[in-house]
Structure formats: structure tokens, C-alpha cells
């Protein structure tokens, strides 16, 4: 009996010794694969190095923190356990006031010391292995890394950090929270476990959203209530993640109210060089994207972007050029213009094409109408079909003219807001421009309608009419700007439009 009781004693602390320990769950394992930081992290004085690179994780550089002070602050994070990292001291034996702190702040405005100098400070000839015990349970809980020294030189008081990682505390069966909230794939840079609610303005062509999120317990339920109408009401434009923890007892809805861009595109060019296009579907020529100094004392400086594109010809047979890809639905063109060293010959001619047809004139920007500083420049497009924009140049060739365009966008004609149905007898009426500063076109064409009614959102009447024509004009310049709703009445019949004062 006491031979058998042994045998059960050795057998189970065999298995207790020598089951597999629990897998740890990562919120991220970092190899830094580009010179730029992740998605969510924030830099401050850091570059980044091949040379000086650990390679365990995937990825060719690390970051280099350097003097006199610099910061690597880690995305949000819902809980952390442990923290590993590896670090590469540089030349520090003459410099004995440089410092590596791991910090922690739950509002990246206090921060606390989790541990200071972590590793051999001394040790410039390999990266050292550090592990931090955090054992935070914060469901927003940021990390950074504060590297400080005085009089630090491009040798002396920096560091490389490679190849980090972080754990997730303990999974509690009541936790209803996620790790990331994403919309058609694309995940909310600024989410936290504890921010509920988002707002996020997505592009004009977008007519539909599909939500996701990733729970911090695989074993909570999650219900995902994608948005209906982009274009319609509050409740309409908002998607929704409720995660309802494994327990049920606890049950939380992450929001995204969405709105839709007014704008088809809009660019503020990056310097990308010789004949790099800015959106997919254009073509160019003898076009070039830079941020050197341009007329005006440099980009324009409205959409992101601090290049601007310039037109240029060095030879008497090739013309400079831009065409955009085929939008549908647009309704406003606008760009900002300046020239550099005219000589009175150069021009603009700006031109739309409809559905592949012939193209129609929008303007032709004389050398008298351009000056060294930036103007603004701004045509009603108003076509439903699909419409090219061409751009092309006019400037003596082997000469030094430069004419640079920034800021090019075109609006659509529809944007985000109260949704107002449309019937089919009705879509042919035109109301434009929309947005409009003064007058309002207005053109019934074979609708008929013996009065009109311009109200504000709260359906306060504002403006009230006899139609008597099929085509006239209405003077909206006294309105405040704002959504404004133009209603179209008849015998039994109604139809209402919106518009925008601006």
C-alpha cells in the first residue's frame, strides 16, 4: 500500500514539474521592419538603425535614442504583464550621466518609474536582454522609453532598442473589453480599451462599412452592428461592437459614428520626385512633386503635404501635363496656382472630360492672371458621369518658368448629413452650386412645382417663393452658413433637396 502511494506521489509531481507551462499572450512582438514607428507608437529625437540591429523578430532596423533627451512611447495598451526588449548602449565609458528609464502613465501626461537603468549602462559591445515586470491591469496603460543625458554627442549617451514585446496580464472571465476596433479593415489609431466612443470621417466613395473588433477575452460574445446609411441620421451612421464578457455580467458597446468626406480627393502633395502621380489612375509628364523653396515661401499648406508639383519643360517637344483618374458624381474643382520666374508666356489650360468624350474648357490661366504668390483657383464641375481633369502647361521650352499647383481637390456631389430621399421622377432636377456662397441655380427642367420653401435643419422656414419658371435663381447670400433644406411643392406632390451655404 505504501509502495503504491509512492508511486502516485512520484507520478504527480512528475506531471506537476513537467506539464507545459500556460502560453503567454502578446499584445505585439516589435522588429521595427521600417524606419518609422508602429501604428499608434509616438517618437520623440529618435532615428533608426541597420546597422545596429538584433534580429529576432522580423525586421531589419532598430530605434536609436539619442542625446540629449529622446522618447519611445508604445501604442495603448489594455493590461501588461511583462516587458522584454533588447538594448544596445553606445559608447558611454567616457559619459557617466546617460540614463535609459522605462516609464508607465495611464494619460500619457504623469508618468511613473517602472525601472531605471535596466541593463549594464557601461556595456557598449552587444545588446543585453531586458525583462521588466509591469503586472499593470489598467485598460489604458501607456509605456515609453526615456533616454537622458547631458552633453551627449553622436557617439557618446545614446542607445538602440530592438525587439520588443509585451504580455497581457490574466484574462478575468468578467472582462468585456478589446484589444482593437477596426472599419473595412482599418484599425482606430487612437482606440483605448476604455474610450467607448470614436467619430471618424471616411472617404467620399465609400458607401459601406463593415465593423470589427477583437476581444481581450477569445471567449467573450461579440455582436457587431454595422452602420446602415452613411449619408442618413446619427443612429444611421454609427457601427457598433458590443462585447458581452464570458461571465455575462458585464457588457460594453464600442461606438464609431461615421461621416463622409465632402471631398473626392484632396492632395497636398508629398515630394516623391520626377513623375511619381499623387493617386492611383493618374498620368503625368514632365511634372515634378518637391518641397524645395517654391514662390510664396513654400507649399501652399492646407491638406497634408509639404511638397507642392511643378510643371516644367526642358525641351521644345515634350509638354508637362496632369491627368486625373475618371471620378463620378463631381461637383467642385479646386487648386492653388503660383509661377516662379515668368517671362509672360506661360499659361494654364484647365479642362474637364465627360464620360471619355471630348474635352470641354474650364479656363485658360494666362501669364497675366499668375503671380509669385499663391491663388486660388476654383471651377463648378457639376457632371454625374465620370469626369477626367486635365491639366496642361504652357512654358518656353529650355526656359526657367515654373508654374506649381498645391492643394488640389475636387468635391463630390453628394456629402454626409441628414438623408433626404430621392424619388426617381425627381433626380433630374439640378440645384447648384452646391456649396454655394450667394446664388443657388435652379433648374426644375420637366418637374412641376408652384412654390419652394428653404428650411434650416430644425425645420425653421427661412425663405418662401412662387415658382413661375422652369429655370431661375435664388439668393441665399443673407443665410448663415450651414445645411439648409430647399422643398419643392405642387399640387400633391413635394420634393426636397439639400444644400450647402458656405
Not at 461571465?247 to 508629398?270: E, H, L, P
Not at 507642392?308 to 501635363?321: E, H, N, T, V, W
Not at 475636387?410 to 446664388?439: C, H, Q, R, W, Y
Request: with cysteine; charged share 20%; net charge neutral.
Amino acid at each position: 500500500m505504501k509502495k503504491q502511494l509512492l508511486f502516485l506521489l512520484v507520478i504527480g509531481l512528475f506531471l506537476v514539474f513537467t506539464r507545459p507551462a500556460l502560453a503567454q499572450v502578446y499584445h505585439f512582438q516589435e522588429g521595427f521592419v521600417t524606419n518609422a514607428p508602429p501604428v499608434g507608437w509616438l517618437t520623440t529625437n529618435v532615428t533608426y538603425s541597420t546597422t545596429h540591429n538584433n534580429g529576432l523578430y522580423d525586421g531589419t532596423y532598430s530605434v536609436k535614442l539619442k542625446p540629449n533627451e529622446s522618447f519611445l512611447m508604445l501604442k495603448a495598451l489594455n493590461t501588461a504583464a511583462n516587458m522584454q526588449f533588447y538594448v544596445k548602449v553606445r559608447d558611454t565609458t567616457k559619459l557617466s550621466n546617460f540614463h535609459l528609464t522605462i516609464e508607465k502613465s495611464y494619460d500619457k501626461i504623469a508618468w511613473s518609474e517602472i525601472k531605471k537603468d535596466p541593463c549594464d549602462m557601461k556595456n557598449d559591445s552587444v545588446f543585453q536582454l531586458v525583462n521588466v515586470a509591469v503586472n499593470d491591469a489598467a485598460p489604458e496603460l501607456y509605456i515609453r522609453f526615456h533616454a537622458a543625458s547631458v552633453n551627449g554627442t553622436a557617439a557618446l549617451g545614446l542607445c538602440y532598442i530592438d525587439d520588443v514585446s509585451v504580455t497581457k496580464m490574466e484574462i478575468s472571465p468578467n472582462d468585456a473589453t478589446l484589444t482593437d476596433l477596426t472599419f473595412n479593415g482599418t484599425s482606430i489609431e487612437s482606440f483605448t480599451a476604455s474610450n467607448l466612443v470614436y467619430t471618424m470621417e471616411v472617404p467620399y466613395n465609400v458607401e459601406q462599412i463593415l465593423m470589427g473588433g477583437t476581444p481581450n477575452n477569445p471567449s467573450a460574445t461579440v455582436v457587431i452592428i454595422n452602420p446602415t446609411n452613411l449619408r442618413g441620421y446619427e443612429a444611421d451612421r454609427t457601427g457598433t461592437v458590443k462585447v458581452t464578457s464570458q461571465d455575462g455580467a458585464v457588457t460594453k458597446n464600442y461606438k464609431i459614428v461615421f461621416t463622409v468626406s465632402d471631398y473626392i480627393y484632396k492632395i497636398g502633395f508629398v515630394n516623391t520626385g520626377d513623375g511619381v502621380m499623387p493617386l492611383p489612375g493618374w498620368r503625368g509628364g514632365y511634372t515634378y512633386t518637391t518641397n524645395t523653396v517654391v514662390p510664396g515661401g513654400g507649399n501652399h499648406g492646407t491638406f497634408t503635404g509639404l511638397a507642392a508639383l511643378k510643371f516644367m519643360r526642358g525641351q521644345p517637344d515634350k509638354i508637362g501635363y496632369l491627368t486625373s483618374a475618371k471620378y463620378i458624381k463631381s461637383d467642385t474643382l479646386s487648386f492653388w496656382l503660383a509661377v516662379d520666374q515668368p517671362d509672360g508666356v506661360e499659361n494654364l489650360l484647365v479642362e474637364k472630360k465627360v464620360g471619355g468624350g471630348v474635352s470641354i474648357m474650364l479656363d485658360n490661366i494666362t501669364s497675366a492672371r499668375m503671380t509669385g504668390e499663391w491663388q486660388n483657383f476654383k471651377y463648378f464641375i457639376g457632371e454625374a458621369d465620370s469626369t477626367q481633369i486635365i491639366l496642361t502647361p504652357t512654358l518656353t521650352a529650355e526656359g526657367l518658368t515654373r508654374i506649381w499647383i498645391d492643394d488640389l481637390s475636387m468635391k463630390g456631389k453628394k456629402v454626409s448629413g441628414l438623408s433626404i430621399k430621392e424619388t426617381a421622377a425627381d433626380k433630374s432636377i439640378e440645384v447648384f452650386p452646391n456649396p454655394v456662397s450667394d446664388i443657388l441655380n435652379i433648374d426644375l427642367q420637366k418637374a412641376t412645382y408652384t412654390s419652394l420653401e428653404v428650411c434650416d435643419p430644425t425645420g425653421r422656414i427661412l425663405i418662401s417663393e412662387i415658382i413661375d419658371n422652369q429655370t431661375f435663381t435664388l439668393d441665399v447670400l443673407n443665410l448663415k452658413n450651414g445645411v439648409y433644406f430647399i422643398t419643392f411643392k405642387g399640387d400633391n406632390i413635394s420634393y426636397t433637396k439639400r444644400f450647402i451655404k458656405m
